[in-house]
């Protein structure tokens, strides 16, 4: 099991900037492709942002690629999101994921419970 903790959520005024961190253990000795989601009520899950192992590879949803960048840092077994010039329409839960590297939800094994994040106008 892999088990993942977001932080770093908050309210914001659009046009700000915010870093979320996505801690991982357990089974931490994989090494596991990561991603970001979001959810915003009434909406389906969907993708922002993706990694892999080593960091060098990254996908992002197109509609995000300009504004958020998505990192890791092994050695903290930490995955970051970088959001700038966020908009109200960012506002969302958002979720980290392990063992896919996808923008489909179905690919990934492990899920985080979720930080939400909300943009003023």
């Known amino acids: 099991q892999v088990q993942l903790v977001e932080s770093g959520g908050k309210l914001v005024q659009a046009g700000g900037s915010l870093r979320l961190s996505c801690a991982a253990s357990?089974?931490?000795?994989?090494?596991?492709?990561m991603g970001w989601f979001r959810q915003a009520p009434g909406k389906e899950r969907e993708f922002v942002a993706a990694?892999?192992?080593?960091?060098?590879?990254?996908t992002y949803a197109d509609s995000m690629k300009d504004r958020f960048t998505i990192s890791r840092d092994n050695a903290k077994n930490t995955v970051y999101l970088q959001m700038n010039s966020l908009k109200p329409e960012d506002t969302a839960v958002y979720y980290c994921?392990?063992?896919?590297?996808?923008?489909?939800?179905?690919?990934?094994?492990?899920w985080g419970q979720g930080t939400q994040v909300t943009v003023s106008s």
């Open positions: 994921a392990a063992g896919g590297y996808s923008g489909r939800v179905s690919e990934y094994d492990y």
């Open positions: 357990g089974r931490t000795f994989r090494r596991y492709a």
């Open positions: 990694i892999t192992w080593s960091g060098v590879s990254t």
